[in-house]
């Protein structure tokens, strides 16, 4: 069974930092791209960055480039998301979703991680 | 700033059939921009219904089906259940850009 488990959710500061982590299990997480989506409380969904599954492409939203860095390691099959000079339009929940692995994108998702931006 | 459009709320009758549409800003959409459908209900994540256009998941139900129509990418529920009225939300892949974009969503109330 594919499941994906974020973690690292937390209160924190305009201006601060925080990694999130998604711990993958039940497929081959080498292979397969992965992303970030996030939503607003209350708001739509945005994708915020995917990486490829061996790291050589990456790739964000405006929004967040400069800010964010995503990384992996497939020999601990977990996928990262580092944010850095955090702001309130940022507070959310952040979603890890798998992506193609030579199939379908985006078809399995964890249940997410709150981040919220306050002072 | 690409900007993908969905109509803000729809209402069907149980049985009926309902088309939700989603425009990019950039223009005629193609397969090239892989749509994919999402339902989502209060309180859940996300569930995928549709990805590259058309091609339903393993747990998709026959009732829901993707196209492209008149430039947009289109999602099709039909008959209606009760259980649809969710929130459903369309993404595109722009090349250009190497990035995704989600519309605003659309409400399915179910009547």
């Known amino acids: 069974e594919v499941q994906l488990v974020e973690s690292g959710g937390d209160l924190v500061r305009p201006g601060g930092s925080l990694s999130l982590s998604c711990a993958a299990s039940?497929?081959?997480?080498?292979?397969?791209?992965m992303h970030w989506v996030r939503q607003a409380p209350g708001k739509g969904l945005v994708w915020v960055s995917r990486?490829?599954?061996?790291?050589?492409?990456?790739n964000y939203a405006d929004s967040v480039k400069g800010r964010f860095t995503v990384s992996r390691d497939n020999a601990r099959n977990t996928l990262y998301l580092h944010m850095n000079g955090l702001r309130a339009e940022d507070t959310g929940v952040y979603f890890c979703?798998?992506?193609?692995?030579?199939?379908?994108?985006?078809?399995?998702w964890g249940q997410g991680a709150l981040v919220t931006v306050s002072s | 700033q690409t900007v993908v459009t969905q109509e803000p709320l729809l209402t069907v009758s149980p049985g009926g059939t309902v088309t939700l549409t989603c425009a990019s800003s950039?223009?005629?959409?193609?397969?090239?921009?892989?749509p994919n459908w999402f339902q989502q209900k209060p309180g859940q994540a996300p569930r995928p219904l549709i990805y590259?256009?058309?091609d339903r998941h393993s747990w998709t139900p026959a009732r829901f089906s993707g196209s492209l129509l008149g430039g947009k990418a289109a999602l099709t529920l039909s008959p209606v259940q009760p259980e649809d009225e969710a929130e459903y939300y369309c993404?595109?892949?722009?090349?250009?850009?190497?990035?995704?974009?989600f519309g605003g969503g659309t409400k399915v109330t179910v009547l």
């Open positions: 993404l595109l892949y722009f090349r250009g850009t190497q990035s995704w974009v």
């Open positions: 950039t223009g005629a959409l193609t397969s090239d921009n892989f």
């Open positions: 039940g497929f081959r997480f080498s292979s397969y791209w």
């Open positions: 979703v798998r992506g193609p692995g030579g199939g379908a994108d985006f078809d399995y």
């Open positions: 990486i490829k599954d061996d790291a050589a492409t990456i």
């Open positions: 590259s256009t058309g």
